[in-house]
């Protein structure tokens, strides 16, 4: 009985993959064709965000520019630049933590770290307070963060 049940099991399944072997054919096909259409989106999608930042890049040389003219020129006649040696000297002589000095320049203290480090460069909005806080005293500073908690 036992050599007829895996006969007629192999039978019955035998039968079964004759039936689905069409419809298997076809969604292999579509895979195929599925698969090959990602792969073909997703180097669209590489080279469109290259364009793109290179097209950012294009555009913050000039704004860089831009700011630093904007910037009211300091009393011997230069255009200020931020230096990044600059910030961090500051925070050292107001005894600040990067922490605090978030506070008084309105942002995270990641970003006076990065800024500090030279990994990133501020906006413009964050050069003007910047430019401000480099000029402040220590007191005015620490008046300023008071103020702030």
């Not at 039968?15 to 004759?18: F, H, S």
């Not at 989106?41 to 590489?46: A, E, F, H, N, Y």
């Not at 006649?77 to 990044?84: I, N, T």
């Not at 008046?143 to 103020?147: D, G, I, K, S």
């Given at each position: 009985?036992n050599?007829?049940?895996?006969?007629?099991?192999?039978?019955?399944?035998r039968?079964?993959?004759?039936e689905?072997?069409?419809?298997?054919?076809?969604?292999?096909?579509?895979?195929t064709?599925?698969?090959?259409?990602?792969?073909a989106?997703?180097?669209?999608?590489?080279a469109l965000t290259?364009?793109?930042?290179?097209?950012?890049?294009?555009?913050?040389?000039p704004?860089k520019a831009a700011?630093?003219?904007?910037?009211?020129a300091?009393?011997s006649?230069?255009?200020?630049?931020?230096?990044?040696e600059?910030?961090a000297?500051k925070?050292a002589?107001?005894?600040?933590?990067?922490?605090e000095m978030?506070?008084?320049l309105?942002a995270?203290?990641?970003?006076?770290?990065?800024?500090?480090?030279?990994?990133?460069?501020?906006?413009?909005?964050?050069l003007?307070?910047i430019?401000?806080?480099?000029?402040?005293?220590k007191?005015k500073a620490l008046?300023?963060?008071?103020?702030a908690?």
């Open positions: 009985m050599t007829f049940s895996n006969a007629f099991r192999a039978e019955v399944v039968m079964a993959r004759k689905l072997k069409p419809e298997i054919q076809g969604m292999r096909k579509a895979l064709s599925h698969r090959s259409e990602i792969a989106l997703k180097r669209d999608v590489k290259s364009q793109l930042k290179a097209a950012q890049r294009q555009v913050k040389t704004a700011v630093e003219e904007e910037a009211p300091r009393k006649g230069r255009k200020w630049v931020f230096k990044p600059a910030l000297a925070r002589e107001l005894g600040l933590t990067a922490k978030g506070k008084l309105q995270g203290h990641l970003s006076v770290y990065r800024w500090e480090t030279g990994k990133a460069y501020p906006r413009a909005a964050q003007l307070r430019r401000e806080v480099l000029d402040l005293g007191r008046a300023l963060l008071a103020e908690q």
